[in-house]
């Protein structure tokens, strides 16, 4: 996964942590070509917690933000959880949108 901000740019992996996760300041380095993580700990920890506040602000369950964000097991009953969750964020966004190709006006 990757979080962008006008200055850093995460490339954060779920199955290494943040240790084996890349960080490149944007505007010194905007080719990605020094990881700054060993020097920059703590903006590293500050993007992976905007992932996370993201994944708290979409309603995404706790299972599944583990699973996303560390690479944790997933049970079945997790998935079933997970699937009912798709299904009603579906059914709210075909709701809210459901005119929007005729050119309706969309709410804000």
């Not at 962008?4 to 944007?26: A, M």
């Not at 997933?74 to 997970?82: A, G, I, P």
Request: glycine share 2%; proline share 6%.
């Amino acid at each position: 996964m990757t979080v962008w901000t006008d200055e850093w740019c995460l490339v954060y992996s779920p199955t290494k942590g943040l240790e084996g996760s890349e960080l490149y300041h944007q505007s010194t380095d905007p080719k990605q070509t020094r990881n700054m993580m060993a020097e920059q700990p703590m903006v590293a920890k500050e993007l992976l917690a905007h992932l996370e506040h993201w994944f708290d602000d979409l309603a995404v369950s706790p299972a599944r933000t583990q699973q996303l964000l560390h690479d944790a097991p997933f049970t079945t009953w997790d998935k079933l959880r997970y699937q009912l969750w798709l299904r009603q964020r579906r059914r709210i966004y075909n709701k809210q949108f459901r005119n929007y190709p005729r050119g309706a006006d969309v709410p804000s």
